[in-house]
């Protein structure tokens, strides 16, 4: 079975595309045919993924394609989604009707925010989205909001502490318990050296993937419920 995972915050710089290159590069190390859709028209993951190839880095069991149109990405679905066991969306960080057919095709929305309050707004637009898009189609497509680029410091404001109960309470969605932090290798990997897993393991890098990897658990988590559901039903 192909599971799809979408990244999606209407609210640019949240780190969608960071956070989609970590989860692919944990996938692609367990054995997994991951592939990459970058929908965003900056390129952000098709560049990274060509400086990536250009400079000997590229990664091993990840494959990236490039759509910027609902038709090209519902083609491409339905002609490749199959041949690979995660594929991983990328969606350009504004408003923009082209994020419709993503959900349609997809298990599993992640919104990432850095905690401010314009990202928290982006990630429950994209949460009432995917309400929406699940009640058109009859399907369940779950959703959860990442925090990420999270500091010290953040950690202290009164914006972090009120996420969890805005999220889980009033909005009604999932927050992912797994926090990324801010760090530097996170830019590092945008600088096209493949995936953070296959970077040489300093103890920074050691903190990064262990971050990474309860990441991914929670996600097979989440989505190993939801596949029960369906089979339940
Ligand atoms: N956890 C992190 N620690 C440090 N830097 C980060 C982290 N996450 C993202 N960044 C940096 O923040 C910037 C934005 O991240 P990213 O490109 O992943 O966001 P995005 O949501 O895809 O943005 P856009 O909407 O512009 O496509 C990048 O320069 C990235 O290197
Ligand atoms: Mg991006």
Redesign the pocket.
């Known amino acids: 079975m192909t599971v799809v995972i979408a990244a999606i ?1 209407g609210k ?7 956070t989609l290159m970590n989860i692919a590069g944990e996938y692609a190390l367990r054995g997994g045919r991951v592939a990459m859709i970058d929908m ?1 028209a ?1 390129n ?1 993951l098709m560049k990274w993924w060509t400086d990536s190839q250009e400079k000997d880095s590229q990664p091993e069991g990840i494959e990236v394609y490039s759509h910027k149109t609902a038709r090209g990405f519902e083609h491409w679905m339905q002609e490749n989604a199959s041949a690979f066991d995660q594929v991983l969306i990328d969606t350009p ?1 504004e408003d923009t009707s082209i994020v419709d057919p993503v959900i349609a095709s997809s298990d599993l929305v992640i919104s ?1 925010i850095q905690p401010s309050k314009r990202e928290v707004l982006g990630a429950i637009d994209s949460f009432e989205n995917v309400l929406r898009i699940n009640d058109a189609l009859g399907r369940e497509c779950r959703h959860g909001v990442l925090r ?2 999270i500091t010290v410091t953040v950690r202290h404001t009164e914006l972090y502490r009120k996420i969890r109960p805005i999220i889980e309470d009033k909005v009604g969605t999932y927050l992912f318990r797994t926090e ?4 530097n290798v ?2 590092d990997i ?1 600088n096209g050296i493949g995936t953070l897993q296959m970077l040489e393991v300093t103890e920074a890098i050691a903190k990064a993937r262990r971050e990474t990897r309860a990441l991914v658990e929670e996600v097979d988590t989440l989505l190993g419920g939801a596949s029960m559901a369906e089979h339940a039903a």
């Open positions: 915050n640019g710089g949240a780190g969608k595309t960071t965003d900056r952000n960080g990432p990420t680029r990324v932090f801010e760090r996170y830019k945008h």
